[in-house]
């Protein structure tokens, strides 16, 4: 009975209240919560745009890839395919070939009237013609008909520029 009583006590009236009630606390919520959204969201933007501008600016100008020039890579290519099995590239690692590394330099001197890119050449053609000191004539003699002009002279500017 009393509950009934109380429900049925002014129903307009109370119902109003309560739904402006809910109303105005969803409004102001909901006017809170996108203020506060804005604020938080303007607030994060700035934040974001503040630490882009720091990291753009902290960030280290990228070092470019070494890259070789194009007729070095030719080189490279053609001295792994064709040489790499019997010369490496390291000091003092000799396979069937001696070590390749400094040849430049070594090549200047092995024959007299050769320069490096002529002795150079020679081992590459007539790979019998000069034998490195303890090693036999395992080179193969047929380089120069495998490998191109444009080859030879790419592996040639490879070896030259190896240190
Ligand atoms: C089957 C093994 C073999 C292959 C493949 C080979 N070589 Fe050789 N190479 C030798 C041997 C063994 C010697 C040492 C004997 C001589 O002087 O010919 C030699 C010597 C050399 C020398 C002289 C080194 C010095 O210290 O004077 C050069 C330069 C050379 N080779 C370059 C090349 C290049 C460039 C290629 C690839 C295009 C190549 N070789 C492929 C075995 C090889």
Same mark, same amino acid.
């Given at each position: 009975?009393?509950?009934?009583?109380?429900?049925?006590?002014?129903?307009?009236?109370?119902?109003?209240?309560?739904?402006?009630?809910?109303?105005?606390?969803?409004?102001?919520?909901?006017?809170?919560?996108?203020?506060?959204?804005?604020?938080?969201?303007?607030?994060?933007?700035?934040?974001?745009?503040?630490?882009?501008?720091?990291?753009?600016?902290?960030?280290?100008?990228?070092?470019?890839? #070494?890259? =070789?020039? @194009?007729?070095?890579?030719?080189?490279?290519?053609?001295? %792994?395919?064709?040489? $790499?099995?019997?010369?490496? !590239?390291?000091?003092?690692?000799?396979?069937?070939?001696?070590?390749?590394?400094?040849?430049?330099?070594?090549?200047?001197?092995?024959?007299?009237?050769?320069?490096?890119?002529?002795?150079?050449?020679?081992?590459?053609?007539?790979?019998?013609?000069?034998?490195?000191?303890?090693? #036999?004539? =395992?080179? @193969?003699?047929?380089?120069?008909?495998?490998?191109?002009? %444009?080859?030879?002279? $790419?592996?040639?500017?490879? !070896?030259?520029?190896?240190?």
């Amino acid at each position: 009975m009393t509950i009934r009583y109380a429900r049925n006590d002014n129903p307009l009236r109370s119902g109003d209240c309560f739904a402006a009630l809910a109303m105005t606390i969803r409004y102001v919520r909901n006017a809170e919560w996108t203020n506060i959204a804005c604020t938080k969201a303007r607030v994060f933007l700035l934040w974001l745009a503040l630490w882009l501008l720091a990291a753009c600016r902290a960030a280290p100008t990228p070092t470019p890839t #070494p890259t =070789l020039p @194009p007729e070095l890579a030719l080189g490279k290519r053609v001295f %792994e395919a064709h040489c $790499a099995a019997c010369h490496s !590239l390291a000091p003092e690692v000799n396979l069937v070939g001696p070590s390749l590394a400094g040849i430049a330099v070594r090549a200047a001197m092995r024959v007299d009237g050769l320069d490096a890119r002529g002795y150079l050449y020679t081992s590459i053609l007539r790979p019998g013609a000069y034998l490195v000191e303890g090693y #036999p004539d =395992l080179m @193969p003699s047929t380089l120069g008909k495998t490998l191109s002009g %444009e080859e030879i002279d $790419a592996v040639v500017a490879f !070896l030259l520029a190896q240190p």
